[in-house]
């Protein structure tokens, strides 16, 4: 099967700048995570959907980063404007909607600000 | 909350040996999951080990294999017969169990593991 694909795999901005990232679930999988990843720590759930609903988004900085996930397949993440401390890997996963369920992760994407 | 701690930002090991990996976490739940994740530098996470808290036997996964202390909330991972390709970043993580949760991963610091030939 397909894995979870993101884009674009690197990415460098300025502060201030909006930037987006994509994701592609592995198809049939109904559960999908952002985590962010900063340099040399485990990754941190911002958002989770189940289908298009949000289930948890309590470690969102809502005053600037946004994701939707319109029909609930693809979903994307959007920081606006960005900030130094944004810089980190940001990692997508799916499952199906079974809380046993393995995660499954893409490759990522890393985010630079300066 | 659930937390997850791992104590040894890294670790080295001679290749064909062994290593242990340690964890520790702190819940209230009885009923949870336990995992190892790889992360070479590609970076996608590539899921190592699972331990269901309910069962005593330490799961295996050829040269992987867990030391789970339920009362002392500790999770280890110990490799042996290390080879050049196990060095990575692993994380130790925690999922809650039950129809009612989420099903999200909570995520330890990471180690740093390096392979000497």
């Known amino acids: 099967e397909a894995g979870v694909a993101q884009s674009p795999r690197y990415k460098i901005i300025e502060k201030r700048q909006s930037v987006a990232f994509w994701c592609n679930p592995i198809?049939?999988?109904?559960?999908l995570y952002w985590y962010q990843q900063i340099l040399g720590q485990g990754p941190k759930l911002l958002i989770q959907?189940?289908?298009?609903?949000?289930?948890?988004d309590s470690q969102l900085p809502k005053d600037r980063f946004s994701a939707e996930r319109l029909k609930g397949v693809d979903s994307t993440l959007k920081i606006q404007p960005a900030k130094l401390e944004d810089s980190a890997v940001y990692l997508c996963?799916?499952?199906?909607?079974?809380?046993?369920?393995?995660?499954?992760f893409g490759n990522g994407t890393r985010l630079t600000v300066t | 909350a659930q937390t997850v701690t791992q104590s040894q930002p890294e670790m080295s090991v001679q290749e064909a040996e062994t290593v242990t990996l340690s964890c520790t976490y702190d819940?209230?739940?009885?009923?949870?999951?336990l995992f190892w994740y790889k992360q070479p530098p590609s970076r996608q996470m590539i899921l190592v080990i699972r331990?269901?808290?309910?069962?005593?036997q330490n799961a295996t996964e050829n040269r992987f294999s867990v030391n789970f202390q339920k009362a002392a909330k500790s999770f280890s991972l110990k490799i042996s017969d290390s080879q050049l390709g196990d060095a990575a970043m692993y994380f130790c993580?925690?999922?809650?169990?039950?129809?009612?949760?989420?099903?999200?991963?909570?995520f330890g610091q990471g180690t740093t593991l390096q392979v000497k030939p």
């Open positions: 996963a799916s499952s199906f909607p079974l809380y046993n369920s393995p995660l499954h």
């Open positions: 819940t209230s739940e009885s009923d949870y999951y």
């Open positions: 993580a925690y999922r809650s169990a039950g129809s009612s949760n989420t099903g999200k991963l909570i």
């Open positions: 331990q269901e808290a309910y069962k005593q």
């Open positions: 198809s049939g999988h109904a559960t």
């Open positions: 959907f189940q289908n298009n609903g949000v289930v948890d």
